[in-house]
């Protein structure tokens, strides 16, 4: 049994059937994440982002077991996706001199290796930003919202999270589609609802993560950041603040139990 | 009758992959021909480039072709970036040049694929195809005498379905289409033409784990769903046959005996 997961694992479609498994897994996520996100603007002190972050955090052990599946998650669908691509660079040295398409490429599915490497080089700066930035144990729930506000009131901060919601945009505009008929999953009757369902949850998730470092960036004295408890602070000390913060951190980063 | 520009004749300028041999260089060489009967197939274009060349003492284009009628598999070329050129369902060799305009540049290319190695200028060698369907795609079982017609049903569907798969002409246009030069849509089609039949049907599971696995070994690419074979493919072969192939290949490695 073992040998042949291992040459199911070492086949073309093995290696795309486990990319897709853990894409689908990694949309999931996101949806949770983007759901804990959507907290912070459901007042304007970041209390209820807050109590979420420390509702992770009590999970204790098994807060842990959620963020290594998902680490191996991640790991895995960034090993396999570089693996391929290689390949595939294998598979063709010699390039056209004219690139035509009949009409099928597109931007998301022309991309899925850049906006991968873009979401994954968010993912570093991401995770430093929030989930280390106390080391390794997680921040404090109550000191969350300010660092997350701060972080994106900060042009650099806005820019860097504007750039990582729109490369998981793009990206998720052909994963979801793809990974279903990796996964076998094609019949002419849904092709257009598995289509449109891939498109808007690559809308809905890009523009949740979107309008964090947007409205944040615009109006961070609403949300809880620490321009709201000194409303007249200069715009330059609210830059420095310490705490970097992103809408995305919740789920990963904040919840774990201390120490 | 169908004229270009209200002509019968046409000019174009050919950029054309010349390449003496496998291991030689190649390089792009230009050519002007000046009234090209826009009757003519694409084909029969590079016929009159030929015979213009060894008029001029020049070693003509090489070139794969052979029914000319879009049945074969044997002619393919790619054109402007585009494998069997801009037509959907089109062969090169049903490409008319009534398609192009007086004074058009037409870049012609091989097939490109570290598993399609160039042969000659324009001619690939696709053996790499003949392998894949040598390690499955067959029905090995001994029938006897052929049976008597519609002495095994097969639902209509199935058959439609079988017989859409089976008009797979093992061009090559999937993987010269393909971003990543996949096999998948070749193999695909003949896993799911003879998988879907009764005949085919006791071999399925061997089959499809024989055929993916000759395919990685030839070097082929990984599918990323692009589409671009299902669009270049002359015959209009579904991508739904890949879904069904990795379906097919899942369920095999886990039945099977």
Known sequence: ???????FLGSSIGKKTLMSLTG???????????AGNLTLYADGTGETYAAYAQKLKDLGPGLWFMELGLAAMFVAHIALAFRTSMENREARKSRYRVRGTKGEANLPNSSMLITGTVVLV????????FRFSEGLAPPHADVLAPKVVDRLASFTGAAIYLIGGVAVLIHLGHAFRSA??????HHPQYENLIKRTGTGLAVALGLGFVSFPVILFASPDNYGGRGAESAQVAPAEQEQ???????????AAPAREEG | MIATNGKDTIGLTLNVWRQAGPDAEGAFETYHLNSVSTHMSF??????????LLAEGREPVAFDHDCREGICGSCGVVLNGQAHGPDRDTTVCQLHMRRFHDGDTITIEPFRAEAFPVVKDLVVDRSAFDRIIGVGGFVSARTGAAPDANAIPVPKEEADLAMDAAS???CGACVASCPNAAAMLFVSAKVSHLGRLPQGAPERDERVVAMVQAMDGEGFGNCTNVGECEAACPKGI???????LNRDFVRATIRRR
């Open chain 1, 1 to 7: 049994m073992s040998s042949r997961l291992g040459a």
């Open chain 1, 24 to 34: 689908l897994g990694l949309v999931v996520f996101l949806i949770a994440h983007l």
């Open chain 1, 122 to 129: 968010f993912l570093v700066i991401h995770l430093l930003d």
């Open chain 1, 180 to 185: 279903l008929r990796t996964l076998g999953v």
């Open chain 1, 241 to 251: 603040a310490p705490a970097s913060g992103s809408p995305t951190v919740p789920t």
């Open chain 2, 43 to 52: 084909l029969e274009m590079l016929d009159v480039l030929n015979e213009q």
């Open chain 2, 168 to 170: 797979c002409i093992g």
């Open chain 2, 238 to 244: 579904s991508v739904g046959n890949i879904a069904r």
